[in-house]
């Protein structure tokens, strides 16, 4: 062996010799100790976070009678809750992402090699961080699936952030690591579709709704039995809940049925939808359920027994689990909860359903419920009674009839022009000005469910214009237009368009003033002023401008004088084929025509 060899061989045994790695190590405790702390701090910043973010893009956590209100409008119900699911998810990645991130500082702070960082401690302390803001957005403790899509977001935000500390190779992987989540997720989509859809509804029948019906349900719901101590009784039988899920129905604009099956204690329910669009797994979504249901002392019972969706039914341990959310959701619902204290006793068996009820504190409960949900905000309200206060010192000075109605319409839009030229947002000032002239020329309680305006002075003076002014000659015209438009306000136009139609089928009853294709038209009329007039900034100046320059009746309200009026529900029945018939259609297409000629009812969608 040559001696430069010799001389070689100790560098190159030198070079094979592994590095050493420098690693400091803290006792078990110090360290669960630092993870907590940091914790702690995160979650401090999560509050913060959770509560801010979806107050700043409008995304509050709903309640149960606003989320039913939305799903009055399907389209609209799909977009808000993909938004707000979309909003939990991101916020939950992003607390993911940050624990990693602060766990990979500490880690580094300690001298010890990036390999060495692993996501099974994060993963694993992840749990607390997650349980604990899921307990406190739920005021306690969360349902299963709540917790676990949390979980799964804030893993997937301990994932990519993982990615990014790990270097570019790491991030250049999770391209086809996101592809093949996504295809796993499609495919789980098409599955359930296809498990869930059918080509064609439950075989039931649906009992046909006639106005006679709906004034007597109206009438025994107005008539309950009373008790002592201002407890009332209410009774409706199997067939009665039929006809009110059918009358329910015929608003939505879903096509859909429903049947209940009741026993003692025991709800079933056979559950039709159309979808409104085809699909290549069918166009139906079928349900049969049923469950334990009963309200004892302001107790809720709800057990669910069997829930089959299409072709898939729901295992005994998911049943749990919903019934669980179920009833945390009522619970942790201020209004809900609170409605369910006022009852005494529900009850059900062949016979039908009884309820035993505080009808006073009920109502109270539902009034709150509506003002909360569907009223309108302390701007809104303080700029409504400003425009009223505006309306009431001018009224008397301008002209009466038709023509006081365009004064007033006229004056109430020149305000609130006039405040949107000082800096004030121009759909709220027209949704204040609405409101107004629903409260002066509608009906008092528009203010009721408005919420209060604090001045009963001004309401009192307002209620001198109620049923005074007229449209096209009348005054219940007027009422129709204003009630409708203030409802259009604050609920949608599905809503208002809906009261109005039931409030004519009630009236074509025994007893009531007969079914007016005029007063419909005045409340379509009053809807699409609404919409027209609040749909977005661009609309909402476009009136101010057209109303401020100088309009005419023409241009708010059609000629409603040939139009079917005191038809008996016997005779709408026959004659106009009820509610979607033939006749009735085609007097309905003939009332757009007219509508759509009046510019201030024009839609603007942009």
């Not at 976070?49 to 989320?67: C, H, K, M, N, R």
């Not at 359930?192 to 046909?208: D, E, G, R």
């Not at 409960?365 to 303080?382: D, H, P, Y």
Request: aromatic share 8%.
């Amino acid at each position: 062996m040559h001696d430069w060899e010799l001389e070689r061989r100790p560098k190159v045994e030198k070079l094979r010799q592994p590095r050493e790695q420098r690693i400091t190590v803290y006792p078990a405790s110090s360290l669960i100790l630092r993870f907590i702390t940091g914790s702690l701090l995160l979650m401090l910043l999560g509050l913060l976070y959770f509560d801010t973010l979806p107050t700043l893009f409008g995304w509050q956590a709903p309640s149960i009678v606003s989320q039913f209100g939305e799903a009055l409008h399907p389209g609209r119900w799909l977009i808000t809750f993909l938004q707000r699911i979309s909003v939990n998810l991101i916020q939950y990645v992003v607390l993911g992402g940050l624990t990693y991130t602060v766990y990979h500082l500490h880690k580094r702070a300690q001298q010890v090699t990036f390999v060495d960082v692993r996501r099974r401690p994060v993963l694993l302390f992840g749990l607390a961080p997650c349980l604990i803001l899921a307990c406190v957005r739920a005021s306690g403790m969360p349902n299963l699936l709540s917790l676990s899509t949390a979980y799964f977001a804030f893993c997937i935000g301990v994932w990519i952030t993982s990615a990014f500390f790990r270097g570019r190779r790491a991030i250049a992987w999770l391209i086809p690591q996101f592809a093949s989540l996504t295809v796993v997720l499609f495919g789980l989509g098409v599955l359930c579709l296809t498990l869930t859809l059918s080509s064609k509804p439950l075989s039931f029948n649906v009992p046909p709704v006639a106005p006679q019906d709906k004034a007597r349900l109206a009438k025994a719901v107005r008539a309950t039995e009373k008790l002592d101590n201002g407890v009332e009784r209410l009774q409706l039988s199997e067939h009665d809940v039929d006809l009110i899920l059918a009358t329910g129905f015929e608003r939505l604009p879903l096509d859909g049925k429903a049947d209940v099956q009741m026993k003692d204690g025991h709800v079933g329910a056979d559950l039709s939808l159309k979808l409104p669009w085809p699909t290549p797994f069918g166009q139906f979504i079928n349900s049969q359920g049923a469950c334990e249901l009963a309200v004892d002392q302001g107790e809720l019972t709800f057990r669910p027994e069997r829930l089959q969706i299409g072709n898939v039914t729901i295992p005994a341990l998911a049943l749990r689990v919903l019934g669980h959310w179920a009833a945390t959701t009522i619970e942790h619902d201020q209004h809900a909860s609170a409605a369910i204290q006022t009852v005494e006793q529900l009850t059900f068996s062949e016979q039908g359903v009884e309820a035993i009820f505080h009808r006073k504190a009920l109502r109270a409960e539902l009034k709150t419920a509506v003002q909360t949900n569907f009223g309108e905000s302390r701007e809104t309200l303080a700029a409504t009674k400003a425009h009223l206060e505006h309306l009431v010192t001018n009224a008397d000075a301008l002209p009466k009839g038709d023509t006081q109605f365009l004064a007033l319409t006229s004056e109430a839009f020149r305000f609130a022009k006039q405040r949107t030229a000082a800096g004030a947002d121009p759909v709220e000032e027209n949704r204040a000005a609405i409101l107004a002239l629903g409260i002066l020329l509608g009906h008092a309680r528009v203010a009721t469910l408005a919420g209060s305006l604090g001045d009963s002075e001004l309401l009192e003076a307002a209620e001198r214009y109620t049923g005074k002014v007229t449209l096209r000659g009348r005054r219940d015209l007027t009422r129709h237009f204003y009630v409708s438009a203030a409802l259009a306000v604050f609920t949608n136009d599905l809503v208002s368009d809906g009261a109005g139609l039931l409030k004519e089928e009630i009236d074509s009853g025994q007893g009531g003033s007969g079914f007016s294709f005029a007063d419909l038209m005045a409340d379509r009329a009053g809807t699409r002023f609404a919409v027209a007039a609040t749909q977005h900034e661009g609309t909402a100046r476009r009136t101010q401008q057209l109303i401020s320059a100088g309009i005419s009746i023409d241009d708010i309200f059609s000629s409603a004088e040939d139009l079917p009026e005191g038809i008996s529900a016997t005779q709408f029945q026959e004659e106009f084929g009820g509610v979607n018939g033939p006749k009735y259609n085609a007097i309905c297409e003939e009332m757009d025509r007219r509508l759509d000629t009046c510019q201030l009812l024009v839609i603007h969608e942009s």
